[in-house]
């Protein structure tokens, strides 16, 4: 069946340094990738996403890196700030038309 | 722009009560809704969706209801609740046009404790 997986569950980094969040998916044929940021007791916010027809897209501090040889999907973040703690969910939008989830990556952001 | 709307952020409730959670969207017509539930510490389980008035499916078995009496609202619903509905409640928007991208809009959560 389908799945999207993240490799750590949780990451630590020091505050300015470049955090990279990993994430496997399952499904070739899922047409675009998402990523969300969810802050303790808030609903997730939409970060950036990325259609499968291209392997790179950039934001405002945030990167998502498409490979799809391996399906493997990344964000980054520079400069990491306390403000960037949070849970990151992947999503892959299959192709039933729904959004599949990985089970979320933890940011901790070191002061 | 378009909004989402959630609520109670809160719930306390005993075993074998009735629930209504409610959601409403603004700014936007014929939305796709979307009920997940969240565990502590864990990923998006959805539950239910719907691609119009009174067009509902469903994703798991399970005690629980959903329906979409109006175009922006959508409502989750149990006759009787059990300890294993405590958790984390979201709902969530996307646009319905063909074509567009299904980036899905999270309302602010329900935080259910069936005690």
């Known amino acids: 069946g389908e799945s999207v997986g993240l490799h750590l569950p949780t990451l630590s980094v020091q505050e300015g340094d470049n955090s990279i969040i990993n994430c496997a998916y399952s499904?070739?044929?899922?047409?675009?990738f998402i990523w969300y940021k969810q802050e303790s007791g808030k609903g997730p916010q939409f970060i950036i996403d990325i259609r499968s027809n291209m392997d790179k897209r950039q934001g405002q501090r945030v990167t998502v890196l498409l490979n799809k040889t391996v399906k493997h999907l990344s964000l980054q973040i520079a400069a990491t700030q306390p403000g960037d703690s949070a849970v990151y969910f992947c999503?892959?939008?299959?192709?039933?038309?729904?959004?599949?989830f990985g089970q979320g990556t933890t940011l901790q952001v070191k002061p | 722009s378009q909004t989402i709307h959630q609520w109670p952020a809160t719930l306390v409730q005993p075993v074998g009560s009735p629930l209504s959670l409610e959601c409403t969207v603004e700014g936007t017509s014929n939305p796709n809704l979307y009920w997940y539930r969240q565990a502590a510490g864990r990923g998006l389980q959805l539950l239910f969706y719907s691609v119009g008035i009174g067009q509902i499916s469903s994703e798991v078995p399970q005690n629980l209801s959903a329906s979409r009496p109006q175009d922006r609202q959508f409502i989750l619903s149990s006759k009787k609740l059990l300890l294993s509905d405590s958790g984390f409640y979201l709902c969530a928007w996307s646009t319905g046009l063909a074509g567009k991208k299904n980036i899905q809009y999270f309302g602010a959560g329900t935080r259910l404790s069936v005690l």
């Open positions: 999503a892959e939008n299959s192709n039933t038309g729904k959004l599949i």
């Open positions: 499904n070739s044929a899922s047409d675009y």
